[in-house]
């Protein structure tokens, strides 16, 4: 059974940084997709950035561009966001996610990829 564990969200001040970390448990699989996104209070889930566990692909929303920064490590199989400069529009829980297979580098961009969703971790920005 796939789990997902999300860390490192709190409240922080506009300009921040935060760096939240998602450990990934039962995949049997190496290369797959995993991602974060995001839903803040009353908006839709929106994708902020994925990449493929089998190296050489990754996505970024909207939200993400420019001041997110998304990895994996693949000894440890943990993916990490990197988030530089926050705002307070920033503020949203946030999961990470996994799903696909070998092909699914292709369908990055497409959040039906994602079957297995972690609890979501909290990010407050303030101004």
């Known amino acids: 059974q796939v789990q997902l564990v999300e860390s490192g969200g709190g409240s922080v001040q506009a300009g921040d940084s935060l760096r939240l970390s998602c450990t990934a448990s039962g995949y049997t699989s190496s290369s797959y997709c995993m991602g974060w996104f995001r839903q803040a209070p009353g908006q839709e889930r929106e994708e902020v950035a994925s990449?493929?566990?089998?190296?050489?692909?990754?996505y970024y929303g909207d939200s993400g561009k420019g001041r997110f920064t998304i990895s994996h490590d693949n000894v440890k199989n943990t993916l990490d966001l990197q988030m530089n400069n926050l705002r307070p529009d920033d503020t949203a829980m946030y999961y990470c996610a996994a799903g696909g297979d070998q092909e699914c580098w292709t369908r990055l961009w497409d959040p039906a990829t994602f079957s297995y969703w972690g609890l979501g971790t909290q990010v407050t920005v303030s101004s």
């Open positions: 990449l493929f566990t089998g190296g050489g692909a990754t």
